[in-house]
């Protein structure tokens, strides 16, 4: 179905920066056949179902036909329930963002109807409202009609199966005579058709269908988490199943480039795709995924559309896509050629009525399930090292490690003890710091500063920075897993700097670039190299982000000490 980006459409520059803002590509199929037609003016019959975007398909021509010196009522918006108002309120709160002269305010039952009243006597251009919450403001004359120029009924079925039919006859009743109607339904039943017939003139029908799409091979599964907790879900999804290949969905550019830096922080192998890169690096983003030497593709919509990678192991929708299609194309990348896939999907607060709409839509049971705990990572871990332990038993030589073995046992050690003692040591990082996810909120952990919190995040939670992949990755094949670690040698373009903290504060590598990666807010890559003694720690980090980490940095706490971070002096680093 043809699409168009959104310079195409003919929006203002303000809207325009607001979408790209948003981080939105191109306009969705219903979108690309309404702005245009709805800023025309005419009436418009639409049809699409829930989730194609077409709350920007009737909102953004209603933002443009706004009078900003006015500050009369000029647009009205009538939804079935309150939480659809409250949805399509915040689409428009961000649309306007470059408009501070339009204000939209949702009204709805349940909420103070004083407080509606006040926030109307201060001037309103747009309202969007349940037909119930509507008719009680015009009966107080606190919603005036006179100078409205368009009315908009989103998902008119719903409201009439709702029982409204008569608050809405009643408010199109009062509309003036020169007004524009919008109708958007989902199904078109008599009812409807009658509305249509009744209150429209000469309406432009604007139909946009789904086709009807199922896959069968494909494991869906969601799991409701908080917003500013995905990165964590994430995570603890990557280590429970670790995947080969995966692809993670955003919705905007702006995201991806946001998780990317994140995931990279935590040692995961994760690059971005989307439209703004260039065509040469987009091409290298697709070869290190195919040849397997990136692990984890963060993309938009947009920008997956060429990939043609038949062995993704999983697909994961950090963001809910924009419609049903969307959804359907995203979890497709897996289960490719007659293999089987898993799709798992994160929900925020109401996005579940949006999910309903897409079960409805594929036919598909999509279940829920809660997320890895900490125990779940654990047991994967120890199973995946006792399968370790049998192969190297049959395929390795292991003349020399017995012999060392021998020894211990002339000093009269049990073999089983000392293969405890060894499997210890292995997992020793894994257990010592294990928490349940479910067991406190994660933003307590993540986001308190106030009263420790980096002694909450990063004492408490090892699985924060990659359930340690980070040692697995940056102390891999060939480096030990010493405190004392480098990861790459300091060239004449770093500095050192010195922090307060140390071994007996059983600070690790990882906690050193997960706290500068999020609380100076850059990449962990530009960390080099990290040398942990008993009571301090040096750090190389390029000259330019000196200034910016020592800033946000010091006045925090790690692990319960107050950290004291500066350059380090000569005679520390033996400069």
């Known amino acids: 179905m043809e699409t168009k980006k959104f310079e195409d459409l003919e929006i203002s520059p303000e809207i325009l920066r607001a979408i790209q803002d948003m981080g939105f590509e191109e306009a969705t199929p219903i979108q690309t056949q309404s702005i245009s037609i709805v800023k025309s003016g005419k009436d418009v019959l ?39 108002a409250i949805q399509v309120s915040e689409e428009f709160r961000k649309l306007l963002k470059y408009k501070e002269g339009i204000k939209a305010l949702p009204i709805y039952g349940g909420q103070p109807i004083e407080r509606q009243i006040l926030a109307l006597r201060k001037g309103v251009q747009i309202v969007i409202g ?53 109708l958007f ?71 991806v480039d946001e998780l990317v830096e994140k995931l990279q922080s935590r040692g995961y ?8 890169l260039k065509q ?29 990678v038949d062995d993704i192991d999983i697909v994961i929708n950090y963001d809910l896509p924009q419609d049903e299609e969307q959804y359907i194309h995203r979890i497709g990348r897996t289960g490719r050629a007659g293999r089987s896939g898993t799709a798992y999907t994160f929900i925020v607060g109401r996005e579940i009525y949006k999910l309903r709409d897409i079960m409805r839509y594929t036919k598909a049971k999509i279940m829920r399930q809660n997320l890895p705990t900490i125990h779940d990572i654990e047991e994967v871990k120890i199973k995946n090292f006792a399968e370790k332990i049998k192969t190297t038993i049959q395929d390795e030589r292991l003349t020399k490690y017995i012999n060392i073995v021998e020894n211990i046992v002339r000093e009269d050690f049990d073999t089983l003890d000392i293969a405890a003692a060894l499997l210890m040591l292995s997992l020793k990082d894994d257990y010592e710091v294990a928490e349940d996810i479910n067991e406190a909120p994660w933003g307590d952990r993540y986001n308190d500063r106030q009263s420790g919190g980096y002694n909450k995040g990063y004492n408490n939670n090892n699985n924060r920075y990659g359930n340690n992949r980070y040692n697995n990755r940056y102390n891999g094949d060939g480096h030990n897993r010493d405190n004392n670690y480098s990861r ?88």
Do not use: W
């Not at 709702?162 to 524009?180: C, N, Y």
């Not at 192998?269 to 703004?276: K, N, P, S, T």
């Not at 600070?507 to 080099?528: C, K, L």
């Open 46 to 84: 639409g049809q699409s179902q829930t989730g194609t975007g077409k709350t920007a398909a009737f909102g953004i021509p209603t933002l443009e036909m706004v009078d900003e010196d006015s500050k009369n009522l000029q647009a009205l918006v009538l939804c079935p329930t309150r939480e659809l």
């Open 280 to 308: 040469n690096q987009r091409d290298s983003v697709m070869k290190k995924f195919r040849n397997r030497t990136l692990e984890i593709l963060v993309a938009t919509d947009v920008a997956a559309r060429g990939i043609d």
């Open 269 to 276: 192998f994760a690059e971005g795709l989307h439209g703004d």
């Open 488 to 575: 790459r040698s300091q060239d004449l373009n770093s500095e050192r700097l010195f922090l307060n903290i140390g071994k007996k504060h059983r600070v690790r590598p990882q906690d050193i670039v997960g706290a500068i990666a999020n609380e100076a807010n850059v990449s962990g890559r530009i960390i080099g190299g990290i040398d942990i003694y008993e009571d301090f720690t040096f750090v190389d980090v390029p000259k330019d982000y000196v200034e910016e980490i020592i800033s946000k940095m010091k006045n925090t706490k790690f692990k319960g000490t107050n950290l004291n971070i500066e350059v380090a002096k000569s005679k520390r680093n033996g400069r």
């Open 130 to 182: 349940t037909p119930g919450r509507v008719i009680d403001h015009m009966k107080r004359r606190t919603l005036k009609m006179d100078d409205v120029k368009m009315i908009v009924l989103d998902e008119a079925d719903e409201m009439l199966d709702m029982g409204f039919r008569e608050d809405i006859e009643e408010i199109l009743q009062k509309m003036p005579e020169d007004h524009q109607t919008v």
């Open 185 to 255: 339904s989902a199904t078109m039943p008599k009812a409807i058709i009658d509305l249509t017939h009744d209150y429209l003139k000469d309406p432009v029908t604007v139909k946009v269908m789904p086709k009807e799409l199922t896959v069968p091979l494909i494991d869906q599964v969601y799991f409701e988490v908080r917003e500013h907790n995905k990165t964590e879900a994430l995570s603890r999804l990557l280590d429970m199943y670790n995947p080969e290949l995966a692809i993670v969905f955003c919705n905007t550019k702006k995201k």
